[in-house]
């Protein structure tokens, strides 16, 4: 984990998947791999429950994230949820975003988002208009074929179930092979 100070970096608070979970999301996806479509695949290691991204902040943005993280994790009770089934936004006619959502635990990981909502209220960040829980697996660079769109919404993703026991500020550095997430700080919660 990265300590403190350090300059400007592209954040989001995270809450991070199991093992298990990233493996039975790359495994149901690996066939869709080497297809013709435009899509930038999320690879394995950088599967998350985004619930909150910030964009670029300074090292005083940084500090009050921090600070309203823990506030927001303070007391908050650690929750089971699962995979669920894919889907795009806005829709997989016209996919920007190709996703993998939530089964269970649904309302606890929107209660939590909404949490942290409510914490940095204030700090300047629009708000956001709406939550949708989801695991983002990949982004389209162009219109998706027929069968393509039919193969991932096919995909029948296992109900892979793991305790939420901590979320994450995470920085993201935007690179040629695609986006490196590191953490910078956890926020355990309440067992």
């Not at 959502?101 to 300047?124: D, F, K, N, T, Y």
């Not at 995470?170 to 926020?187: H, N, Q």
């Amino acid at each position: 984990m990265e300590g403190p100070g350090g300059g400007t970096i592209r954040a989001f608070l995270a809450l991070p998947l199991s093992e298990a979970q990233r493996g039975e999301i790359a495994g149901k996806l690996a066939p869709l791999l080497g297809a013709r479509d435009p899509v930038r695949w999320v690879g394995p290691e950088n599967l998350h429950v985004t619930l909150r991204f910030f964009g670029d902040v300074g090292p005083d943005g940084r500090r009050r994230i921090e600070e309203r993280g823990e506030s927001a994790a303070r007391g908050k009770e650690a929750f089971a949820f699962r995979l669920g089934p894919c889907g795009a936004f806005p829709n997989l006619r016209g996919a920007r975003v190709l996703w993998v959502g939530l089964s269970g635990g649904v309302e606890a990981v929107a209660a939590l988002a909404a949490r942290i909502e409510e914490s940095i209220a204030g700090l300047g960040f629009p708000a956001e208009k709406r939550f949708h829980a989801h695991i983002t697996v990949g982004r389209t660079k162009g219109a998706l074929s027929p069968g393509f769109r039919e193969r991932f919404a096919g995909l029948s993703i296992e109900p892979v179930e793991e305790r939420a026991t901590v979320f994450r500020l995470m920085k993201s550095d935007l690179t040629p092979a695609g986006a490196r997430y590191a953490i910078v700080r956890e926020f355990p919660l309440a067992p």
